[in-house]
């Protein structure tokens, strides 16, 4: 049985639940590899996780037994694709404490779900601007934006949850706002009360950051939002797969993860939001499936979740996202967070004795998780990645699609070494031996 060493200074609690990671890991089929003549090391879950044999045996029956399109067949093999693919639904809800089912809409990605927010908001200031112009009006205020109005971001984002509110501001006449980042990697709340003001329409953060780690406790941000009158998405990609979300206990007004990051399949995302707000919400895309009805002169649409799932959904993939579902439920996701922080904690000691080694973001297993970035004194993170992979060892490096960051701490890239339910500390040691190679070879 692997267990996880827990580390000085770190409390041990009996009334954690714990579980199997050898076992778990002989769920991986792919972590039977070796790279390079080397053990597989995988240190890249918070790019994509891997997918155990439990979800890709979900995913092949569907495809063998039971592949129709959904929704409109009344033959078996339709109704049996209708019940997988709401039923998926059903079991995300539950995941995330949703109070209703309907509030989960299935997208491609994270970045599809803030992306379908943003042109929501867009479509709905376009349609707000005809209507002025017509004196006619029938949009919801809350998503209307012109000039004047403002968008709050922070300095810590993803690009998928940059861009689109970039691009929602040029459209609109919106000005786009952020929160810095402090040294330690935290968010900079100091100009709270100023940056989230009477003018703000909608705040956007990350609920983890990919790049540094960084958990942000949104308690005060989400007050202040109350409090004007605004909107409040999170990007919950990184959080979901790693922690218990309750949409709930958060008090956003949408939030957004992506499959493949939580053992599930590429090509399936989940946008969550408030049934009355996704109901105020004029369509993105339209096709099949999302109307209610259509003449030439004018169509009308469903209700949520199927006004914003426009023809023939992710319907594999979805169900494939279920089987994950049940695969984490299964271990318990307070259980996947407590091996996550002990193995952050044990990775942090771990790194703190490699001679230049520089990490980005908090340096205590407190308020973060399990993704770390750093470099290695002048070594160039491409050269470190290569020198890693000849070893088996797995890293990502680069940007991480969170270039801001990169810009604030002066680097041009990171490498960054990010973990998940089945990395255990030998995995973290091999990584510390291949960085000492790094020094090694690069002198």
Known sequence: MTTIAIPSGMPQYDDVPRYDVAAVRADFPILDREINGHPLVYLDSA???????????????????????????????????????????????????????????????????????????????????????????GTDD????????????????????????????????????????????????????????????????????????????TSRITARVREVGALLLLDCSQSVPHMPIDVVDLDADFIVFTGHKMCGPTGIGVLWGRAELLAAMPPVLGGGSMIETVTMGGSTFAAPPARFEAGTPPIAEAVALGAAVDYLSGLGMRAVQWHEKQLTAYA??????????????????????????????????????????????QVRVGHHCARPVCTRFGVPATTRASFYLYTTTEEIDALVAGLEQVRKVFG
């Open 348 to 393: 942090l000691d771990a790194l703190g004795t490699v001679p230049g080694l520089r990490i980005f973001g908090p340096e205590v297993p407190v308020g973060r998780g399990g993704t770390i970035s750093f470099a290695l004194g002048d070594v160039h993170p491409h050269d470190v990645g290569q020198v890693l992979d000849s070893l088996g060892v």
């Open 142 to 217: 809350r998503f209307r934006l012109g000039p004047g109005d403002e968008i709050v971001i922070s300095e810590m984002e993803h690009h998928s949850n940059i861009v689109p509110w970039q691009l929602l501001a040029e459209r609109t006449g919106a000005t786009l706002r952020w929160f810095p980042v402090t040294d330690a990697g935290r968010l900079d709340e100091s100009g709270l009360t100023d940056l989230v003001n009477e003018r703000t329409k909608i705040v956007s953060l990350v609920h983890m950051s990919n790049i540094l780690g960084t958990v942000n406790a």
């Open 47 to 137: 790019n994509t996780s891997h997918k155990p044999r439990q979800v890709l045996d979900v995913l092949r029956e569907h495809y063998e037994r039971h592949n129709a399109n959904v929704s409109r067949s009344v033959h078996t093999l339709g109704t049996e694709a209708t019940e997988a693919y709401e039923g998926a639904r059903a079991k995300i809800a539950t995941f995330v404490n949703a109070p209703s089912v309907d509030e989960v809409v299935f997208t491609k990605n994270s970045t599809e779900a803030i992306n379908l927010v943003a042109y929501a908001f867009a479509n709905a200031s376009l349609r707000f601007d005809a209507a002025r112009s017509a004196s006619s009006g």
